[in-house]
C-alpha cells in the first residue's frame, strides 16, 4: 500500500550572513495511514523544519512532499486549501501558537468558518461541543481564554483545533515538552486513543526518546539536517546501529537502578555548525568510530535489514 | 558518624502579593549529610525552588518569607542570620546553580573575569598569578579549555555556560551545591556530558548536593537519597534504594510519577497518568493535599492531615501506612 505522507530529498536551507544554513537536507521519509513515525535529534537538527515543511508551512528549497502519492509541493492555492484539511500541526507551546484574544471556542471554531466545512452558527457550535469533549475539556471552559487555564488545557484546545477539520494526518511538534509528567501522561494518551479511534497518521517530534519509543511505530533520527537512521522502534532500541544512535540512547537518564553503578560512554564535543557543511557523514567529529572514509562524499541511507535504514559507512 | 550539614525543620514559606497569599512550602523535613546527593524531586509548583532559594535567604523581597521553622547548617539556625552574615556563607558555604546559566552569569565579562572574581571576595586570594593559575585550573577541571577565558558568555553554547556557571559555584569548595534543575534545558547527550562531570567533581571535592530536578531517571543515576515534593510538603522521602524499590509501600503520588513515565525497558500501551492537576496553592486542599487526585483516597484523608511513618530512614506521609493527626 502507499504511503500516506512521504518526503523525497527534502531540503530547506536558510540565507545566513555566514553563509547557507543546511536545517533540513535532503530527507526521505514515508508514513502509513493511522500509523506514528517518531522524528528524533537533538536542538537544531532540524525536526521543526522539517515539519513545517511537510504540512507546507514553510517553502522547500528542494525536493517533494508526496500526500496520498502527488507532490503537493506544487499544488496551487485552491487545492492547497483542499489539502491543508487533511494535514494538521500542534505545536511545542500551545500558548504561543493560540491566538491571547480569542475564546476557546473561537479558536477551535476558526478552521471550521475559514474553510466552511460546516455551515451555520448552531451547528458549528455543536462541533465545537464535540470537539471538546473529544479531547477532554470541559463544556465550562468554552468562553475562557487560553491564558486562564493551564499548559495541559491549552494543549488540548490545540489538538481540538486541529481536529476541527477531521484531518488524516497531524505533525505534532514536541507536544508534550512543556508539560509535567503527570499531564504528559494524560496527553499522549489522549493522542493514541484518537490515533485509534480515528485512525490518524503522526509525525511525532521530539526530543525525549522515552516518550518517542512509547508513541511510534518508526523512528527516524536526525543529526544536523539529515536522517541518520531509521527503522520500526522495536528494532531501533533492540538493534541501533549508527554511533549517533547509540550515544544518544546511552544519554537517556533511566528511571531505574540498573545503570546506577556503570560507567556510562559518553559522546564527547558538541554538534557542529549547520552553516556549509562539508560532504561527509556530520557526525565524524564527534564519532567515536570515524575513518577517512567517513569524510568527503556524502553517505546515503542503505537498507541493511528490511525496514531498517542507516548512513555510516561501518554498514 | 556521618555528620548532618544541613537540616531543615519545619519550614513554612509564603509569598504574600497583593492579590494573593500563596502557601509555597508548607512544614517540609530535610537533612543532607556531607558529600552526599540528595534528590529533590516533584511537578512544577511543588515547591522545590523555594526551598532553595530559603536556605540561602534569596527568597523575593518583601513577597517572600519565611514563617515557620529552621534551617541549621552545621548547627547554626540560617533563619536568624543577618544579610550580611548571609554573604560570607553564599559562594563560600552554600552555593547554587540555575537552570538558565545566564541567571549566574553577567554578559559584558569575560568568563575568566568572572572566576577571578568569585576568588578574590572569598578566598582573599590577592597575588593575581596565584589567582590565574586557579582559574586555569577551574575551567580545566569542568572541561573547559583555559584559553578560552578570555571569551564572553554569548560565545559558549548552552551546555558549556552551564559547565562556567559550575566551575563558578565550585570555585571556593563550597561544602553544599544547590543545584536547580541544571541540565533541564541541555539536550540529552550534553546534559549526560554535564551530569558525569558533576558527579566526577563531586567525588573529587566531597561536596555535597541538592539536585532539584523532576526526571527520575537523572535521579536514579545521581542521588543518594531522594525527597519528593508535593504541594509544598515532601511526601516521601528515602535512600534511591528505596525510592527505587518497586516492592517497597510508596506514596499514592509516587506510584503515579512513576507510572506516567513511559518506560523503555517495558511496552505498554496506555501510560497511567494521574487525574486532575496540582492544587491551587492560595487554596490548599484539607487533609491530605494529594486527596483530591488520590486513586486511594479514604475518609479521612479529606479532613486530617496523615502521620509521619518512619521506617530504616525511609519517610511516608500517607494513611494508607499510619494514622492520626499529625
Ligand atoms: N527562519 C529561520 N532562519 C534561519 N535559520 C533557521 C530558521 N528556522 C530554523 N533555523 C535554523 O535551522 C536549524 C534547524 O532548526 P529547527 O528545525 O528549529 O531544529 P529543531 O526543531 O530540531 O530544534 C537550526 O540551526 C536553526 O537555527
Ligand atoms: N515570587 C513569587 N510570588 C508569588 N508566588 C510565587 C513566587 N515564586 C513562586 N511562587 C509560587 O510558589 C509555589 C512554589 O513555587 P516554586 O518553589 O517555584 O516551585 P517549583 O520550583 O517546585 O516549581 C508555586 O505555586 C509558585 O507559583
Ligand atoms: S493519605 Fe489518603 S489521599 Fe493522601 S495519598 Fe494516602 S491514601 Fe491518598
Ligand atoms: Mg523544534
Ligand atoms: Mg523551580
Redesign the interface.
Known amino acids: 500500500m502507499a504511503p500516506l505522507i512521504e518526503t523525497r530529498n527534502l531540503k530547506k536551507y536558510f540565507p545566513t550572513a555566514s553563509g547557507l544554513l543546511h536545517a533540513v537536507d535532503g530527507v526521505n521519509l514515508s508514513i502509513g495511514r493511522g500509523k506514528t513515525l517518531g522524528v528524533v535529534g ?2 537544531g537538527c532540524g525536526k521543526s523544519t522539517l515539519g513545517r515543511l511537510v504540512v507546507c508551512l514553510l517553502e522547500a528549497t528542494g525536493g517533494e512532499v508526496l500526500y496520498d502519492g502527488k507532490n503537493i509541493l506544487n499544488y496551487g492555492e485552491e487545492q492547497m486549501l483542499q489539502m491543508r484539511r487533511h494535514i494538521q500541526m500542534i505545536f511545542q507551546d500551545p500558548y504561543a501558537s493560540l491566538n491571547p484574544r480569542m475564546t476557546v471556542s473561537e479558536i477551535i471554531a476558526e478552521p471550521i468558518q475559514v474553510c466552511r466545512t460546516i455551515q451555520g452558527r448552531d451547528a458549528i457550535m455543536d462541533k465545537v461541543y464535540e470537539l471538546m469533549d473529544t479531547v477532554g475539556l470541559a463544556d465550562r471552559f468554552v468562553n475562557t481564554y487560553p491564558h486562564e487555564l ?1 499548559g ?1 488545557r491549552r494543549q488540548r484546545i490545540g489538538i481540538a483545533r486541529a481536529l476541527a477539520l477531521d484531518p488524516e494526518f497531524i505533525v505534532c511538534d514536541e507536544p508534550v515538552s512543556a508539560l ?7 496527553v ?2 489522549l493522542l ?1 486513543d484518537l490515533q485509534e479511534e480515528r485512525g490518524l497518521a503522526y509525525m511525532f517530534i521530539t ?1 525525549n ?3 518517542v ?2 508513541i511510534s511505530n518508526e523512528i527516524a533520527v536526525m543529526y544536523l539536517g539529515q536522517c541518520v537512521e531509521r527503522a520500526p522502534t522495536d528494532e531501533l ?1 533492540a538493534n541501533p546501529l549508527h554511533p549517533y544512535t547509540k ?2 540512547l ?8 540498573s ?2 553503578h556503570m560507567e ?1 560512554e ?3 564535543g ?1 554538534v557542529a555548525s549547520p552553516i556549509n557543511p562539508k560532504p561527509g557523514c556530520r557526525f565524524a567529529v564527534r564519532c567515536p568510530q570515524a575513518r577517512p572514509e567517513c569524510m568527503g562524499q556524502e553517505l546515503p541511507l542503505r537498507e541493511t535489514s528490511p525496514g531498517h535504514y542507516v548512513a555510516c559507512t561501518l554498514y | 558518624m556521618t555528620t548532618k550539614l544541613l537540616e531543615i525543620k519545619n519550614l513554612y514559606v509564603e509569598y504574600v502579593t497583593d492579590d494573593a497569599r500563596v502557601f509555597a512550602v508548607n512544614g517540609v523535613d530535610l537533612d543532607i549529610n556531607e558529600g552526599e546527593t540528595l534528590g529533590l524531586v516533584g511537578e512544577t509548583g511543588a515547591g522545590k525552588t523555594t526551598t532553595a532559594l530559603s536556605i540561602l535567604k534569596l527568597l523575593p523581597e518583601r513577597v517572600g518569607r519565611v514563617t515557620r521553622g529552621s534551617i541549621s547548617l552545621e548547627g547554626k539556625d540560617l533563619t536568624r542570620y543577618t544579610e550580611a552574615d548571609m554573604r560570607n556563607i553564599r559562594g563560600e558555604i552554600i552555593s547554587m546553580i540555575f537552570q538558565d546559566p545566564m541567571t549566574s552569569l553577567n554578559p559584558v565579562l569575560t568568563v575568566g573575569y568572572q572566576i577571578a572574581e568569585v576568588l578574590k571576595i572569598h578566598k582573599d586570594e590577592k597575588e593575581n598569578r596565584q589567582v590565574d593559575e586557579r582559574v586555569d585550573e577551574i575551567l580545566k577541571l569542568v572541561g573547559i579549555p583555559p584559553e578560552r577565558k578570555h571569551d564572553y558568555p554569548h560565545q559558549f553554547s548552552g551546555g558549556m555556560k552551564q559547565r562556567i556557571v559550575i566551575a563558578i559555584a565550585l570555585a571556593c569548595e563550597p561544602k553544599l551545591l544547590l543545584a536547580d534543575e541544571p541540565t533541564t534545558a541541555l539536550d540529552v547527550t550534553i546534559q549526560a556530558q554535564v551530569l558525569s562531570m558533576m558527579n566526577e567533581l563531586k567525588r573529587k571535592l566531597r561536596t555535597a548536593m541538592i539536585l532539584i530536578t523532576h526526571d527520575l531517571g537523572v535521579v536514579a543515576e545521581t542521588c543518594d537519597r531522594v525527597a519528593i515534593m508535593y504541594a509544598g510538603e515532601v511526601i516521601e522521602a528515602g535512600t534511591v534504594e528505596q525510592i527505587f524499590d518497586p516492592e517497597a509501600p510508596h506514596h499514592p503520588y509516587t506510584v503515579g510519577l512513576f507510572g506516567a513515565i513511559p518506560d523503555l525497558t517495558k511496552k505498554t500501551r496506555r501510560l497511567n497518568p494521574i487525574d486532575g492537576l496540582m492544587p491551587d496553592p492560595t487554596h490548599l486542599p484539607e487533609g491530605c493535599r494529594f486527596h483530591t487526585r488520590c486513586p486511594r483516597c479514604m475518609e479521612i484523608c479529606r479532613t486530617q492531615r496523615p502521620a509521619l511513618r518512619e521506617e530504616n530512614g525511609h519517610r511516608l506521609y500517607c494513611h494508607l501506612f499510619a494514622g492520626g493527626e499529625r
Open positions: 537533538e536542538s493551564d495541559g509535567d509528567v503527570s499531564i504528559q501522561a494524560q499522549l494518551n493514541m526530543h526518546l522515552s516518550v519509543a512509547h532500541f550515544a544518544l546511552a544519554a537517556i537518564p533511566i528511571p531505574n537502578l545503570r546506577r556510562r559518553v559522546i564527547r558538541e
